[in-house]
């Protein structure tokens, strides 16, 4: 993995957006002040990709990963492995709560050639290239397929973090194998041993497969494939010879059924002259025809008869009146009599109403004039009141003073009205005034009354003169309408006469309605014995027609039973003469059907020889689609016998096949297992590592250490205390940081040739304390990186605040801080 971009915007210390661009930077030095936020750059790093970093104390530890009073972090990591290019990007929020959590993570392949300063132009994720994980829980597995190594092991070979230096050097033997593993990739042959246990497996399996159909195919052989092809050539000839005897089949076959049509024909004749009979009945229905007639013509004379009584009766009906017209006459005179008896209690009611009215009219003007002396006093009243308001203006005013008002002639604030003087002239005339205001309304109530009453009086009398004349006019009409009337007995009497002609007229249209209802049975009798004749004379041209190609003597079309007679007798006469012709033409049937049964016994003797059972049908076509049939079928046989042949012959090539297969997948499987080859290659690898790292650890220091194992565990020899093997736990604090950073750098500079997979070191980064180191051991370490560096393959990055190793590094990322936020500079190429 080697880092080529990283972003961060509110993480730890740095509060605003900050980017650390490592493109071009193969040898880096992270320098700055203890607490500036060197250490910081590489937690991004390994936050962006594992979510979490060493010193944060695991998962839990995210709420560090946001800067104080901070609402979001954001870290996006754009790197490279194994040739392809990633960009790792993960956000922390709080909510409202203060929890912190991760709110987004995800990795994404970019596309090949993509152009990283793109990322400053604010690109949306969906930009970046094809997503590989989109949630915290998928970014494990895509990271880790990436980057080749977890993150144990990613913080103990790759980015080295303060205090944790040494945990290779000091790693259990287990650990420390598991990483190997991881690194070297060795787990493939994990997976080779497991696939050549499953290949084996399978190929045992499809073994027994194969035998299981060998064992179904074991009639498979060229022995049946000749029986086959015997049998296919037997059929084949069966088909030409029956071929060849079908000619003569059919025609034995034609000869038989010629002669049997002839024979057919006769009887068909036969039968027929034989169904010439006269039907029963046939004259009952001639002479029903003749009495149905004549009941009609009965029926028709009874119609006319009564028909002519009806319009007798009608007409002098007709010329006794109006029936209608004399009831009306009878209405008037009852008219005429109500009209009489009430004349005098119209009058009566006229007379009392004009009583009652000038009575009251006679009160109203009285009223009236009451009213109109009521208000000459009240008019005297108000200028008797005119009068002493000027004979007492104080009084006057006095009148128009409020308690707490301005005074309307002096303005001032009145306090308290003065009472009325008790003789003054304004009170009685005041007095004299509302009484009489109070007399003048009353009168005019009165008079309002009064006068209501008088009209409604004259309305009611003018209504009832109204009616009088009414019935006055009503009276004189029906009088003019009666003058020359006849009288109600009168009336009376033409109204009876009226009345039996009417009902005579009835009893004249009934007899009509039932003669015309007989005369229409008897016209539906004629019908039906009519049809009856006619079907008779079908059923006789029925019969006729059916012999008619005998020419049949002609029929009178006016006597049916004698036309019967003289057909029956034709007929019998032209049955006897063909009775003796059908005795020779079934001799002659007995004969061809011989013929043909020699035929068809040839035909059965031809399918017999040839094993053949011979078809039910023994028409031309089932002959000879049975022997095709059978022709067909041997050659099925003799194809599917062929085709069990080839694949017996298959199935045995490929039996040889997974033989060969399941022994050389047993044999590697057996050469795997109990993870022998993985041992060796480890204990090999191993013994490289410890060698270059040895070789690195007496250059720092100064040819004193050498470094071995034994067993997994690391031991150191000290050359200055007579090559004594010591365990690297005896070491001191600077002691142990040359063994580890000896480690550190041979893990880079040689495992990476070792591996089988992506897990390839293509950067390490050392934060470790190098103040520790004296002149000269500092300088073997700078010149150590710096050859490191200039192999080109690998990124080298320490993080350091020594001015010493930090001045010999090409590019320098110094890191400050102010009171708001941390800020990287680049210095240097």
Known sequence: MRPLRLDMSGFTVFREETTVDFSDADYFALVGPTGSGKSTVLDGITFALYGTVPRWGGARGIANALAPSAAEARVRLVFESAGDRYVATRVVRRDGRGNVKTAGAGLQLMPAGFDVTKLDTGMDLEDLGEVLAGTPAEMDEAVLHAVGLPYEQFTSCVVLPQGQFADFLHAKPATRQQI??????????EEVQTRA????????????????????????????????????????????????????????????????????????ELKALADVRTPDGIEATAGATAAARASADEAADEVRTAEETEEKVRGELAAAGDAGSLTLMLDRHAELDRLTGQEEWFAGEVSVADVEAKDAIAAAELAHN???????????????????????????LRAHLVAGEACPVCEQLVGTVPEMPAGSAVRAAEDAGKKARAAAEAA??????????????EGNLERKRAQHEHHLTRLAEV????????????????????????????????????????????????????EQQRTAWRAFDQVRDAVARFAPPPADRDDLAGAWT???????????????RRDEAEAAVVAAHEGTARAYGEMGSIFLEAGVELPAAKNDTDLVRAAAVAAERAEATWTRVQDRRERVRELSEQRMTLQREGRVAKALAGHLRANNFERW??????????????????????????LVHDKGEFYVI??????????????????????????????????????????????????????????ATLDVVAATLENLAARGDRMVGVVTHVNALAERVPVRFEVHKDARTAYVERVGL
């Open 681 to 706: 290659l480890l204990e090999e690898a191993l013994d490289l590592l410890v060698a270059g790292a040895s070789r690195i650890l007496r250059e720092l220091t100064g040819g004193q250490y050498d």
């Open 370 to 396: 009451a009213h109109l002396g009521a208000t000459e006093l009240l008019e005297q009243a108000r200028l008797h009141y005119t009068d002493a308001q000027r004979q007492d203006r104080a009084a006057a």
């Open 479 to 530: 009088r003019a309408v009666l003058a020359d009337a006849p009288g109600v007995d009168a009336i009376k009497q033409q109204l009876a006469e009226l009345t039996s002609l009417q009902r005579r007229l009835d009893q004249a249209a009934t007899h009509v309605r039932t003669a015309r209802e007989a005369q229409r049975k008897a016209q539906r009798a004629v019908a039906v014995a009519e």
């Open 444 to 457: 005019e109530t009165a008079w309002k009354q009064r006068d209501a009453v008088a009209r409604k009086l």
């Open 180 to 189: 190997l593993v991881n690194l070297l990739g060795l787990h493939v042959y």
């Open 718 to 775: 000290d050359h200055h205390d007579a090559g004594l093997r010591r365990a690297v736990r005896t070491l001191s604090g600077g002691e142990t940081f040359q063994a580890s950073l000896a480690l550190a750098l041979a893990l880079s500079e040689q495992l990476a040739g070792m591996s089988t997979t992506a897990a390839s070191l293509e950067s390490i980064v050392l934060d470790e304390g190098f103040g520790t180191l004296d002149a």
């Open 197 to 268: 246990t499953t290949r084996a497996s399978t190929a045992e399996a499809k073994l027994g497969v194969v035998d299981q159909q060998l064992e179904g195919l074991a009639d498979a052989t060229d022995e049946a494939v000749e029986t086959a092809e015997r049998h296919l050539a037997r059929m084949r000839e069966l088909v030409a010879e029956v071929e060849r005897a079908v000619p003569g089949l059919r025609a034995a076959r034609e000869a038989e059924a010629s002669a049997a049509a002839a024979r057919d024909a006769l009887d068909a």
């Open 566 to 580: 003289t057909l029956v007798g034709w007929a019998r006469g032209e049955h006897r003469a063909r009775s003796t």
